[in-house]
């Protein structure tokens, strides 16, 4: 690190300090290990002898819940709008010509490539694959459109398809901008139509096989159990072998790489579906009134509620809130804006602060924002990195998508590489020897002066008074300076610790 900080100077000091590090999340944090809307998961830092976490403003909360990655200049900019000027312009999908999206398509041009796309070699589809997932990383750091992209992140999950197998990274990013993208702020009966068509997940869940002469049920079971009615929504095994009929010729056209009925191979006769006669002779209509009937269901209406609430508010989302949330969704078929109107603006929203943390394509979204422009975006270091959390976007292989509770991320060998991650950014040096986190941006005449500017800029909020003292102690204890300014160093080491902190990775 500059002046003389090693890296294992740094994770010695995050190892040694628990008040100011992640490993003690694992004794507290999230629905996962008991805690409720209400409670705040960073009062158990440090064996839970100390203070909460401070809490933040309303308006900070806000931010931090409806983006992938904040910093000081985003929070001025919605403090100009207040909080419902700030929603309304997040509930906007953007421009296609939007700068940073054209940037994304210039780095990843193979992402950007229309349909269709039949003939590609194994190289090529293996660069799909790692440009669209490069490219996600990319906009989640650099989007301004930030809920927008934190409402795809969630649909891509909901709707999982990994990007590897076969054909996939090929179906996959027409999956990614034709169903995902298009349909994140729509309404859920469109996005479920579009994704049963979709010929990435027909291809995934098996339905291009799924014939009258030998059904294949893949599609059916995952479609009822983890994209509408849940697993305790009301179906039965029958219910699946009905389903399944209903999508039989449902494939791919083999030159367009689109949707196709192919008639010949759909089960013609009459099905009962949920207690739903579908009469005979009704063709891709089936496959269609399987969705109405479905996305009509008060399950669906439940299950996509519990899911948004768990993933915008707590890992144990309060059942009031998932109530009114799935009566929006009745009210207004599925409307997805208005839906998250009402998560977004709820009691039990605002009072579950700090109950959420950042999975790895959160933290090393929040840690390239908070680092600098999107020129200095390493896709292929952040894949790498991503890859060691095990959260490379659209490469979860089973159909459920990634866990959203903490006790599945909260683990040594992850927050080991949250560490190194933080250590990494805060030593990083430009090609000129620029630091990451310059000392002068910060006119701080003391250590105690560098470490509140450095936690307004990089936290948007305090340290409690003790970690605040604990962490000029160990500035200076470290890294002794001549003089009362403060050095680079210190600089570089207060970020790495502060990066590396419950403040910076719980939401």
């Known amino acids: 690190m500059h002046e003389g900080m090693e890296r294992r100077t740094l994770l010695r000091l995050m190892a040694s300090t628990p008040a100011l590090c992640g490993l003690p999340l694992l004794t507290g944090c999230g629905g996962g290990s008991g805690a409720s809307a209400g409670e705040n998961p960073g009062a158990g830092v440090g064996g839970g002898a100390q203070a909460a976490l401070p809490g933040t403003d309303a308006l900070t909360h806000l931010l931090r819940r409806t983006r992938?990655?904040?910093?000081?200049?985003?929070?001025?900019?919605?403090?100009?709008?207040?909080?419902e000027g700030y929603l309304d312009s997040q509930l906007q999908a953007p421009a296609p010509t939007n700068f940073v999206y054209l940037?994304?398509?210039?780095?990843?041009?193979?992402?950007?490539?229309?349909?269709?796309?039949?003939?590609?070699g194994a190289l090529i589809l293996d660069q799909m694959s790692r440009q669209l997932s490069e490219r996600t990383l990319f906009l989640a750091a650099y989007s301004d459109a930030q809920l927008y992209e934190l409402?795809?992140?969630?649909?891509?999950?909901?709707?999982?398809?990994?990007?590897?197998?076969g054909n996939l990274p090929l179906h996959k990013l027409y999956d990614d901008r034709n169903v995902i993208r298009a349909?994140?702020?729509?309404?859920?009966?469109?996005?479920?139509?579009?994704?049963?068509?979709?010929?990435?997940?027909?291809?995934?869940?098996d339905n291009v096989s799924n014939v009258a002469s030998g059904p294949n049920e893949n599609y059916a079971r995952e479609l009822m159990e983890l994209h509408t009615l849940g697993v305790d929504g009301g179906y039965t095994e029958q219910d699946v072998v009905e389903v399944a009929r209903c999508f039989t010729g449902w494939g791919i056209n083999g030159g367009s790489r689109t949707f196709q009925f192919q008639a010949a191979n759909h089960d013609d006769g009459e099905k009962v579906v949920l207690g739903e006669v579908i009469p005979p002779g009704g063709g891709v209509r089936d496959g269609e009134r399987v969705i109405e009937i479905l996305a009509a269901h008060p399950s669906t209406a439940r299950f996509v509620a519990t899911k948004l609430a768990r993933r915008f508010v707590a890992d144990a989302p309060p059942p009031a809130l998932v109530d009114a949330v799935a009566a929006e969704y009745a009210r207004t078929q599925g409307d997805i804006r208005a839906m998250l109107r009402v998560l977004l603006s709820a009691p039990e929203f605002y009072a579950a602060r700090n109950t959420k943390v950042r999975r790895p394509l959160e933290y090393v979204a929040q840690l390239l924002r908070s680092a600098g422009p999107a020129s200095a975006y390493d896709g292929a270091a952040m894949f790498e990195a991503l890859s060691r959390m095990g959260q490379i976007p659209h490469r979860w292989f089973p159909p459920?998508?990634?866990?959203?509770?903490?006790?599945?991320?909260?683990?040594t060998a992850v927050l080991l590489e949250y560490w190194n991650l933080a250590a990494t950014t805060a030593e990083t040096s430009g090609l000129f020897g620029d630091a990451t986190f310059p000392v002068q941006d910060y006119d701080a005449s003391g250590v105690e002066e560098l470490i509140d500017a450095m936690a307004a800029a990089l936290l948007q909020r305090p340290l409690r008074p003790a970690d605040a003292d604990l962490l000029a102690g160990l500035a200076r204890a470290a890294l002794?300076?001549?003089?009362?300014?403060?050095?680079?160093?210190?600089a570089n080491l207060v970020a790495g610790l502060l990066l590396a902190s419950p403040y910076f990775m719980l939401r």
Request: charged share 15%; no cysteine; proline share 11%.
């Open 103 to 120: 940037q994304a398509d210039a780095r990843y041009p193979l992402t950007a490539l229309p349909p269709p796309l039949n003939v590609v």
């Open 68 to 83: 992938f990655a904040t910093t000081a200049a985003d929070l001025a900019a919605a403090q100009e709008l207040g909080p």
């Open 400 to 411: 459920d998508g990634f866990p959203d509770r903490a006790d599945y991320w909260l683990n």
């Open 151 to 165: 409402v795809v992140d969630f649909w891509t999950n909901h709707f999982n398809i990994e990007n590897v197998t």
């Open 480 to 490: 002794p300076a001549e003089g009362a300014a403060p050095t680079q160093a210190q």
């Open 183 to 205: 349909h994140a702020f729509g309404r859920f009966p469109e996005l479920l139509l579009a994704s049963a068509q979709s010929p990435a997940m027909l291809e995934y869940l």
